[in-house]
Structures are given as C-alpha cells and as structure tokens.
C-alpha cells in the first residue's frame, strides 16, 4: 500500500463527498414539497452516510482528513450554485438537470472509489471487502435514483417546457 498515493486520493474523494453531501441536501430542500420529497431527503442521508463512511475508513487507514480539502469541496458546492440560469430570483429547472448531473457524477465517483479501496482492503484486512462490495451496491443503486430523477426533470423542462 502506498499511503503518500492513499492519503491524497481519499482526501480527494472527502473533498468530493463534502460537496457531494451538500449538494444532495440542497437538492431535497429545493423539493420538499414534491412528491418525490421523501426520496431526496433519503438519499441526501444516505449519501451523507457515505461520507461518514469514508472518514471511518480514513480512521482505520490511519489517514487524517486533511482540513483544507474539507473545506475547498464545501465552498466548490457553494460557488457552484452561483451559475446563470436565466433566473434572478428563483430556481430554474435548468438548475434541476444540471445539479442532478453533478450529483450522478459524484456518485460515479464514490462507485470508483469503493472498487478501487477492494484491494487496499484485501492487503490491510482492516477493511472488510464485504463491506466495501455492499457500498459498491449501494452506489449503483444510488445512481439508478439519480438517473431516474434526471430523466423526470429533463422531460418536465425539455420536452414540456416546465419550471
């Protein structure tokens, strides 16, 4: 295991995860109020889950999550939110398909991650492959959510022209 390469990568990916994370809660704070509402704030907590988990492998690993990393994926998430939409005053639909795409890439992200950890796990025996096949599921499952709602928001706004 090279853990000069292992520190910075998971450091990457908390960063990636924290922006991640808040991206998802915004996401279902945006549809609170939409039949699908339950399922945002569902998945936001899982994928908040996620991160918790990674920290947890940082721990076994005895990696330290390296501060600065935390908080530049925080503020990425923040100024992203800072794009053109057409919009002034309120949310675009556009704005929907968009963040949708930037969570299904997060996601993709993460997927890789927990692949890429199986050997770590196998070489280290502090992470559980099992585990690690079980996040891996949880991933892809996470995506199909993903996809899914990207599909409803993109014929809501392309094709039918709504908010």
């Known amino acids: ?45 899982d994928i908040a889950e996620d991160r918790s988990t990674l920290l947890d492998v940082m721990g076994t690993l005895g990696i330290a999550p390296h501060r600065y990393k935390v908080c530049a994926g925080w503020a990425a998430e923040k100024a992203a939110r800072l794009k053109p939409n057409g919009r002034v005053l309120r949310r675009a ?10 969570l299904r890439m997060g996601i993709q992200g993460k997927y890789m991650l927990w692949r890429a950890l199986t050997p770590v796990a196998r070489e280290t025996g502090g992470l559980g492959t ?8 949880r991933a892809k499952s996470q995506m199909a959510v993903v996809e899914d709602l990207h599909l409803t928001a993109a014929d809501t706004v392309l094709r039918r022209g709504g908010a």
Do not use: C, F, K, Q
């Not at 099992?130 to 599921?137: K, Q, S």
């Open 1 to 45: 295991m090279h853990r000069d390469a292992l520190r910075i990568y998971l450091n990457d990916h908390l960063a990636g995860a924290t922006s991640g994370a808040e991206l998802a809660r915004r996401i279902a704070r945006a549809h609170g109020s939409s039949p699908r509402a339950a399922e945002l704030r569902r998945l936001a907590e």
């Open 93 to 102: 639909g556009l704005s929907t398909i968009v963040e949708l795409e930037t």
């Open 130 to 137: 099992a585990r690690l096949d079980e996040l891996v599921g």
